[in-house]
């Protein structure tokens, strides 16, 4: 059977083709990361490994550059998700310490009274939690759960704005229950005494 021979220039648009795509997306992705970067650094104030990711995406893409090699496209692809994904990791877990924070802070109170999507807010929580271990179990594969690590951090940052709302309301029903207790408190004292000074009238009286 005869083999036919491919054709050079559909080979080459093919190429083309892919080349022009992964660029496309590539710069897509690298803006993308870039903007997670900042959004993260300006809003929490941290600093996390993401801009290493950059800095790699950078050399593959000067190496492209000078090789023209489609594979260097490819690598800075995966490092501009692996970047995103690096930047929201920080960003989930600043936010997880914060719910925690809050959840200590509250602990004597019922929040659902002040805070209706309270138990929602602490599912999502421990869902990202559970996105971040999942994540370091997947290694150096982290990078395809770009997308999903920046739905975690963005409800995450939801649930921490809303807590953060309710804290006035919430430190009103602390400072009720403390007035509660420390009336209870003071009336057990003086029932004490009451029962103190009785027994010493009772005993006045045989003397």
Same mark, same amino acid.
């Given at each position: 059977?005869? !083999? ?6 559909? &080979?080459?648009?093919?190429?083309? %083709? /892919? ?15 870039? %903007?997670?970067?900042?959004?993260? =650094?300006? /809003? ?6 993401? @801009? ?31 970047? !995103? ?6 960003? &989930? ?16 109170? @019922? ?14 929580? #421990?869902?990202?939690? #559970? ?12 990078? %395809?759960?770009?997308? %999903?690590?920046? =739905? ?15 804290? /006035? ?7 009720? !229950? ?14 004490? &005494? ?14």
């Amino acid at each position: 059977m005869a !083999i036919t021979p491919a054709n050079p220039s559909k &080979i080459q648009n093919d190429d083309s %083709a /892919e080349r022009d795509g992964l660029k496309a997306e590539t710069l897509d992705l690298f803006n993308k990361a870039e %903007a997670a970067i900042k959004k993260i =650094e300006h /809003e929490e104030g941290l600093d996390f490994p993401s @801009v290493n990711q950059l800095r790699y995406v950078g050399r593959h893409l000067i190496d492209f550059l000078n090789n023209n090699d489609v594979e260097e496209l490819r690598k800075a692809k995966r490092h501009c998700k692996r970047a !995103i994904y690096d930047a929201n990791d920080i960003g &989930i877990q600043f936010y997880i310490e914060d719910i925690d924070l809050f959840k200590d802070d509250y602990k004597d109170v @019922v929040i659902q009274d002040v805070l209706t999507k309270y138990l929602d807010y602490l599912d999502d929580r #421990d869902a990202a939690e #559970d996105f971040l271990e999942h994540g370091r179990q997947a290694g150096d594969d982290r990078d %395809a759960f770009y997308e %999903a690590a920046g =739905e975690h951090y963005e409800k995450l940052k939801i649930a921490a704005r809303d807590m953060e709302r309710c804290r /006035e309301e919430l430190n009103k029903k602390t400072n009720s !229950i403390i007035t509660s207790q420390k009336q209870v408190r003071m009336g057990t004292i003086l029932t004490i &005494i009451g029962l103190g000074l009785s027994a010493i009238g009772l005993i006045s009286l045989f003397y």
